[in-house]
């Protein structure tokens, strides 16, 4: 039962090596529960003080977690069941459970590649990971992250506006949100894909739970790919644990003299797959995962392109820019995408406030929209985030 499996894992005092030795030794939480302190004592690692801690039977922590994953729509997947990856049970120290809200994939089944980098970043790191993340989803592959500010959020976005799941392993409970701006972001994962957490609901992310997280983000996944990291870097442990897990690590490469690109310049120096498009990654992967990334193309490629470079490469280059009808175009442009066009004109540039006042959208659907819309070269930005359209609508 569930409330024993939480009560091994609410005990203080025991490590989580501890309570892997004793689901060995004893087979379930429940046996652990009722087993004696001579027994108990038996099991590799165990110590007195130890003992000590399991001599409190009270479930009634237990049942308030329960009753917390109850009300907030949370789910919790234990090291024994069937749906509990393989790809995770099979490193050194894999959590005895996880809590979970959303759609939870077949990991073993997916190409799944972790994305992250510093909290410190770079404009340069952000367009990389919205870039990459938006790439590697849309290549088919499923993008795993930490949910921190900065690299790992815009890989998570980008993923998300791909029209793809996403997977959010965070530090703290799922109902906990941090950074605090991130909160619509936990909210689209767990609607489009799963948020992942060691914790039960209601914990507050604590800075010794972030190295602990990092094993989770890696072994759910083939690889890692460190976007933006300087020297010294939570995004470096999580690559050093995926090379512990034996799993592949990849980085993009950065100015030589940048601070936020160190890390990631030695990690390449070191034998890191450098990184400078999704497909540089998922072409690793394309013979393993047929069905996910079969078909995925190079960069140079037309279907790889945007509208216009698309349209470059049928076209002698033209000063005018390019006619786009919406009618009969196959790009699978969102209401929100079509309404934004309509509204910018391609000579007088408008701000985000000022199309979120004539769209009447929520600021974030239209940086969304917009994000999108640049990728595919048909808005351009200016700067003060202002945008224009690149294309002419056809009539």
């Given at each position: 039962?569930?409330?024993?499996?939480?009560?091994?894992?609410?005990r203080?005092?025991?490590?989580?090596?501890?309570?892997?030795?004793?689901?060995r030794?004893?087979?379930?939480?429940?046996?652990?529960?009722?087993?004696?302190?001579?027994?108990?004592?038996?099991?590799?690692?165990?110590?007195?003080?130890?003992?000590?801690?399991?001599?409190?039977?009270?479930?009634?922590?237990?049942?308030?977690?329960?009753e917390?994953?109850?009300?907030?729509?949370?789910?919790?997947?234990?090291?024994?069941?069937?749906?509990?990856?393989?790809?995770?049970?099979?490193?050194?120290?894999?959590?005895?459970?996880?809590?979970?809200?959303?759609?939870?994939?077949?990991?073993?089944?997916?190409?799944?590649?972790?994305?992250?980098?510093?909290?410190?970043?770079?404009?340069?790191?952000?367009?990389?990971?919205?870039?990459?993340?938006?790439?590697?989803?849309?290549?088919?592959?499923?993008?795993?992250?930490?949910?921190?500010?900065?690299?790992?959020?815009?890989?998570?976005?980008?993923?998300?506006?791909?029209?793809?799941?996403?997977?959010?392993?965070?530090?703290?409970?799922?109902?906990?949100?941090?950074?605090?701006?991130?909160?619509?972001?936990?909210?689209?994962?767990?609607?489009?894909?799963?948020?992942?957490?060691?914790?039960?609901?209601?914990?507050?992310?604590?800075?010794?739970?972030?190295?602990?997280?990092?094993?989770?983000?890696s072994?759910?996944?083939?690889?890692?790919?460190?976007?933006?990291?300087?020297?010294?870097?939570?995004?470096?442990?999580?690559?050093?644990?995926a090379?512990?897990?034996?799993?592949?690590?990849?980085?993009?490469?950065?100015?030589?003299?940048?601070?936020?690109?160190?890390?990631?310049?030695?990690?390449?120096?070191?034998?890191?797959?450098?990184t400078?498009?999704?497909?540089?990654?998922?072409?690793?992967?394309?013979?393993?995962?047929?069905?996910?990334?079969?078909?995925?193309?190079?960069?140079?490629?037309?279907?790889?392109?945007?509208?216009?470079?698309?349209?470059?490469?049928?076209?002698p280059?033209?000063?005018?820019?390019?006619?786009?009808?919406?009618?009969?175009?196959?790009?699978?442009?969102?209401?929100?995408?079509?309404?934004?066009?309509?509204?910018?004109?391609?000579?007088?540039?408008?701000?985000?406030?000022?199309?979120?006042?004539?769209?009447?959208?929520?600021?974030?659907?239209v940086?969304?929209?917009?994000?999108?819309?640049?990728?595919?070269?048909?808005?351009?930005?200016?700067?003060?985030?202002?945008?224009?359209?690149?294309v002419?609508?056809?009539?």
């Open positions: 039962m569930l409330k024993y499996w939480l009560w091994l894992t609410e203080p005092g025991l490590t989580n090596q501890v309570r892997l030795a004793l689901l030794h004893f087979g379930t939480p429940e046996a652990v529960y009722y087993a004696d302190p001579e027994e108990l004592l038996l099991t590799e690692g165990m110590t007195a003080a130890q003992v000590q801690h399991l001599a409190e039977r009270d479930l009634s922590e237990a049942e308030n977690i329960l917390a994953c109850d009300r907030l729509h949370q789910h919790i997947l234990t090291i024994q069941d069937a749906a509990y990856p393989d790809r995770l049970k099979n490193i050194y120290d894999p959590p005895c459970l996880l809590y979970w809200q959303g759609h939870l994939p077949a990991f073993d089944e997916e190409a799944a590649i972790a994305v992250v980098g510093t909290r410190s970043n770079t404009p340069y790191g952000v367009a990389c990971a919205e870039k990459l993340g938006y790439g590697l989803a849309a290549g088919g592959a499923l993008v795993v992250s930490g949910l921190a500010r900065g690299i790992d959020s815009a890989a998570l976005r980008g993923a998300l506006r791909a029209g793809k799941p996403a997977v959010g392993v965070t530090g703290g409970g799922l109902d906990v949100f941090y950074p605090r701006e991130n909160q619509y972001l936990y909210e689209d994962i767990a609607a489009a894909g799963v948020l992942i957490s060691e914790y039960p609901p209601g914990t507050e992310p604590k800075g010794a739970h972030f190295p602990v997280r990092n094993r989770i983000i072994g759910l996944c083939v690889g890692t790919l460190v976007v933006e990291a300087p020297e010294r870097s939570g995004a470096l442990i999580t690559a050093e644990t090379l512990e897990q034996g799993r592949d690590v990849f980085a993009v490469p950065g100015p030589i003299d940048a601070p936020c690109s160190a890390g990631c310049n030695r990690l390449i120096r070191e034998g890191a797959g450098l400078a498009d999704a497909w540089d990654i998922l072409q690793e992967y394309a013979e393993a995962f047929p069905a996910k990334l079969s078909g995925t193309p190079r960069r140079e490629e037309p279907a790889a392109l945007g509208y216009q470079a698309r349209q470059q490469q049928t076209k280059a033209r000063k005018v820019p390019p006619a786009l009808d919406l009618k009969k175009t196959d790009l699978k442009l969102t209401d929100d995408q079509i309404m934004l066009l309509g509204m910018l004109g391609e000579e007088e540039p408008l701000l985000v406030d000022d199309l979120v006042d004539r769209t009447q959208l929520p600021a974030r659907r940086l969304s929209a917009l994000t999108v819309l640049e990728m595919e070269h048909l808005v351009t930005q200016h700067s003060g985030k202002r945008y224009t359209r690149a002419t609508l056809y009539k």
